[in-house]
C-alpha cells in the first residue's frame, strides 16, 4: 500500500497497523487521528493558494484529517500557468530566487527546472528624463538609479537587520517611518529630481499603486532580504522563474499531500463554539473542525463574517487590506528586436517593460501602478502604451488577468499601507481561538512574494500541528 492511502486509511480507521508501524508514520508528530464523521475534520484550510497547500499538505502528512477549502475551480491562488505565444506563462505569482529561503528548499526538494528573463541579457534601456524619452546602454542606466536606490534604502540596514523578524528593532523613529508613505520619504531625499522620478516609479510598482499609498518602512524590507546587496534582490525579485511554471510546483506539493480538497467552495462564515470550529460555505454546508487555518488573501478577509467577531484592529486591518492593485501583461511584438530593459516614469500607462522570452517575434513583460492608466483588454491603449518606450513596436496581441475584480483575491501583491506593519502585523498574526492566520501577506519575511506564503503556511501548520498533539 503507498505511504499516502495508508495514512488515509488510517485516518479513516479502516488500516489494520501495529503502534509501531503507525508510529513510525507519523514519526515525530506522534498524533494520529480518531475516526471522523463526514464534513468533520482535524483542520480546515480556508483557500488553496502557496500558503493553503503548503498548510494542507503539513497538516496532513502529520495524520491529522485535513480539508482543503478552496473557493475558486483551481488551486494556486494568485499564481497560475497558462499558454502564451508557446511558453509556460505565469499571470500571477512568478520570480523567485535563492534568497527566498522556503520556494528555493521547495524548488531544490522537488528538483524543478527554472528558466531566467530574457532581460537579464538586456542590451538596450530605455528611460524618462524630464519627460524626453532616453535609450542608451547598462552603464547609462544603472549608476544614476543604483545610486538613488542607495539612498532610498538607507534606513534599512539599520532598521532590518533581522528582515524575518520584522519589528525586531521597533522603535519611535521606526514607528515614524512606517507612518510616513513612500512618496513623502523620496520627496526628502538628497538625490536629483530625474533619480527621483526613478525610485518613485520604482516604490509605485513594488506597491503596485501610488507610492504615496505604501509605507515607506515596509517598501525596505526587499533589501534588506536580499543581505542588502542590490543585484541579490534583483535575482530575487525578477531573474528566475520555474521552467514550466509555478502550477508544477503546486502539483508536486499536491502529490504529497493526504488532504480531502473540495473546489468551487467559498467559505462565508466561521462560528467558533466551546465544541470547535463551523465553517458555513456559499454551497449552504456546515463543515466543522478542531481548528482552522485561515489562508485567503488579506483583501478578501472583510467579507468573511466571524462569530464571535475578530478583534477591532484585526477587522480594521482587514478592511484596510494592502496596496497591490496595479497590473501586469504580457505583450507580443512583431519581429526582432533589441533585448530591452524600460523604466518610466511613475504617472506613465507601464512603469516597467521588458523583454522575457527573445523569440522571433518578441515577448515582453509590463508592469503598471495603475489600472485607470491602462485598460489591459483594449489593444490600442496596450499599442500606445507600449510606443512610449519603443516607438516602432506593433503589438501582435497579449494577455493579462485583472486580479482586482476577481473577488477572490481583489488586488495583486502585498504592500502595507503606512502604520500597518506598527500598529496591526503582530495582532494580524494572533491566532483568534480555533482560528489561525496564513498567508503571504501575513509572512515576517519575503511578505507579498510566493515565498512568503510557503513561509506563513509552514509556519502556522506547525503550530496546529503541535495544539493538536494536546488535545
Ligand atoms: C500579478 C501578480 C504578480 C506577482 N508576482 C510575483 C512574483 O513575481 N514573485 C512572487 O513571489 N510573488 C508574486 N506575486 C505575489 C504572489 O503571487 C502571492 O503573494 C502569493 O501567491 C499569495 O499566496 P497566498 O497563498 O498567500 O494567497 P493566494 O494565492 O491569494 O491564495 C488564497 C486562496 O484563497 C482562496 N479564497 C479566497 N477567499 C476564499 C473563501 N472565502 N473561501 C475559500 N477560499 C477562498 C483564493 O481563491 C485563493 O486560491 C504576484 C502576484 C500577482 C497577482
Not at 508514520?25 to 484550510?45: G, M
Not at 508557446?86 to 528558466?115: C, N, R
Not at 467577531?309 to 533589441?338: E, L
Request: hydrophobic letters at 35%; a negative charge; proline letters at 4%.
Amino acid at each position: 500500500m503507498k505511504r499516502r492511502d495508508f495514512i488515509k486509511n488510517i485516518a479513516a480507521g479502516t488500516a489494520v497497523v501495529s503502534t509501531a508501524a503507525v508510529s513510525s508514520l507519523t514519526r515525530s508528530h506522534e498524533y494520529s487521528s480518531p475516526v471522523r464523521k463526514k464534513n468533520e475534520f482535524d483542520v480546515i484550510v480556508i483557500g488553496g493558494g502557496f500558503a493553503g497547500v503548503t498548510a494542507s499538505r503539513d497538516l496532513s502528512q502529520s495524520g491529522a484529517n485535513t480539508l482543503l477549502l478552496e473557493a475558486r475551480p483551481r488551486l494556486g491562488g494568485r499564481t497560475f500557468t497558462t499558454k502564451f505565444a508557446g511558453h509556460d506563462m505565469d499571470v500571477g505569482g512568478t520570480w523567485f530566487g535563492w534568497g527566498q529561503p522556503s520556494i528555493w528548499s521547495e524548488k531544490m526538494k522537488y528538483d524543478l527546472a527554472i528558466t531566467e528573463s530574457a532581460a537579464i541579457k538586456a542590451t538596450s534601456f530605455v528611460w524618462y528624463e524630464n519627460g524626453k524619452r532616453k535609450e542608451g546602454a547598462a552603464e547609462d542606466y544603472w549608476p544614476t538609479v543604483y545610486e538613488a536606490y542607495d539612498a532610498y534604502y538607507e534606513p534599512a540596514y539599520k532598521y532590518f537587520t533581522r528582515p524575518h523578524d520584522p519589528l525586531y528593532h521597533n522603535s519611535e523613529e521606526f514607528i515614524k517611518l512606517d507612518n510616513m508613505s513612500a512618496k513623502e520619504a523620496i520627496e526628502g531625499l538628497k538625490i536629483s529630481d530625474i533619480q527621483k522620478d526613478f525610485v518613485r516609479s520604482f516604490a509605485a510598482i513594488n506597491g503596485h499603486a501610488d507610492s504615496d499609498k505604501s509605507s515607506y518602512l515596509d517598501q525596505l524590507r526587499w533589501l534588506a532580504l536580499s543581505g542588502f546587496n542590490k543585484d541579490f534582490m534583483w535575482v530575487n525579485i525578477g531573474q528566475y522563474k520555474l521552467k514550466n511554471g509555478t502550477s508544477e510546483l503546486i502539483e508536486h506539493m499536491m502529490a504529497d499531500s493526504n488532504a480531502e480538497v473540495k473546489l468551487g467552495t467559498a467559505a462565508t462564515r466561521i462560528v467558533q463554539t466551546s465544541s470547535g470550529v463551523s465553517v458555513f460555505t456559499n454551497r449552504n454546508e456546515e463543515l466543522k473542525a478542531k481548528y482552522v487555518v485561515m489562508a485567503a488573501p488579506l483583501n478578501v478577509l472583510k467579507n468573511i463574517e466571524f462569530s464571535p467577531s475578530i478583534s477591532p484592529v484585526k477587522q480594521k486591518a482587514f478592511k484596510q487590506g494592502h496596496t497591490g492593485s496595479g497590473v501586469k501583461i504580457y505583450i507580443k511584438i512583431k519581429g526582432k528586436h533589441p533585448i530591452v530593459y524600460a523604466n518610466g516614469t511613475e504617472d506613465m500607462a507601464l512603469n516597467y517593460l521588458w523583454t522575457e522570452y527573445d523569440d522571433d517575434d518578441q515577448i515582453l513583460v509590463g508592469f503598471g501602478k495603475d489600472p485607470e492608466k491602462i485598460d489591459v483588454y483594449d489593444d490600442e491603449m496596450v499599442q500606445k502604451a507600449v510606443r512610449e518606450y519603443l516607438p516602432d513596436a506593433e503589438v501582435l496581441e497579449s494577455f493579462s488577468y485583472d486580479w482586482n475584480i476577481d473577488p477572490y483575491s481583489k488586488g495583486t501583491w502585498c504592500m502595507y499601507p503606512p502604520g500597518m506593519l506598527t500598529t496591526a502585523f503582530e495582532e494580524m498574526n494572533r491566532p483568534e481561538g480555533l482560528v489561525h492566520f496564513a498567508g503571504a501577506d501575513f509572512a515576517n519575511g519575503w511578505r507579498g512574494f510566493i515565498d512568503g506564503a510557503i513561509e506563513s503556511g509552514a509556519r502556522n501548520a506547525q503550530i496546529v500541528i503541535e495544539k493538536l498533539k494536546n488535545i
